[in-house]
């Protein structure tokens, strides 16, 4: 897969809804649950990441889940991305981005959401082709004004900001003409996992779907 079929496969996944939910799942029992929960609210693309020796089995259970689309997140290595792939994830979501990486998104066929941080970055990885990024880590980093300063002189970068980001300051970042949509834990808090209060997940993610971009 190139780097600009990625790119457009993430677009579209990034229009889906306004918040894609980064999850952690320390038990993969509760992985079909939290996915039905968070697409009943209207939030249909999933990362799950792999920070957990759960996720990989979380992405197999949420992948038969209708009406999702699972990804995984955290992808550092190229056996990350195999691993992944073999799991039934459709889309790789990275914190930052190597050469070995992309290669092995590439060749794996796992549209990779790679991450940037700095001008440098977005344009490194704009001149392989990726024009849908993640910019993370997006609070720590500066936030909306600095994803805004970013989008001056590179407006043909979109972005998925992720990092701090919550109900409150969504907007913020939504309103701006790179953002695609945002992405968070906020809809899923560990709590509420483990109690399995899918209601309460489902209510997180409708007030997330609502929110104006
Ligand atoms: O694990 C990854 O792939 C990451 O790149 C980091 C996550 O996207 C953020 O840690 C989510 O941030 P919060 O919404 O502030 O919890």
């Not at 579209?12 to 799942?25: E, G, I, K, Q, S």
């Not at 992948?63 to 689309?69: D, L, N, Q």
């Not at 082709?129 to 910019?135: A, E, I, R, S």
Request: some cysteine.
């Amino acid at each position: 897969m190139t780097p600009a079929q990625a790119s457009e496969k993430n677009r579209a996944l990034c229009l889906m809804a306004p918040v894609v939910p980064v999850l952690v799942l320390d038990d993969a029992s509760k992985a079909a649950g939290l996915a039905r929960a968070l697409v009943a609210g209207g939030l249909p693309a999933l990362e799950v990441t792999l920070r957990t020796p759960a996720a990989l089995d979380a992405i197999r259970e949420m992948a038969a889940v209708e009406g999702g689309v699972v990804g995984a997140g955290t992808l550092l290595t190229a056996k990350d991305v195999e691993n992944a792939k073999a799991a039934g994830a459709q889309f790789g979501v990275s914190p930052g981005a190597t050469d070995l990486l992309l290669d092995a998104c590439e060749a794996n066929e796992l549209p990779l959401l790679p991450g940037a941080a700095t001008a440098s970055e977005a344009m490194r990885l704009l001149e392989r082709g990726y024009t849908v990024q993640k910019f993370f880590p997006a609070e720590a980093n500066g936030g909306a004004p600095a994803l805004k300063a970013i989008g001056a002189p590179i407006p043909q970068v979109s972005f998925c900001p992720t990092g701090g980001v919550s109900l409150k300051n969504a907007n913020d970042y939504l309103s701006l003409p790179n953002t695609l949509c945002v992405g968070g834990s906020w809809v899923a808090p560990k709590d509420m996992i483990a109690n399995e209060d899918w209601d309460a997940i489902t209510a997180l993610a409708k007030e997330a779907a609502a929110l104006p971009r």
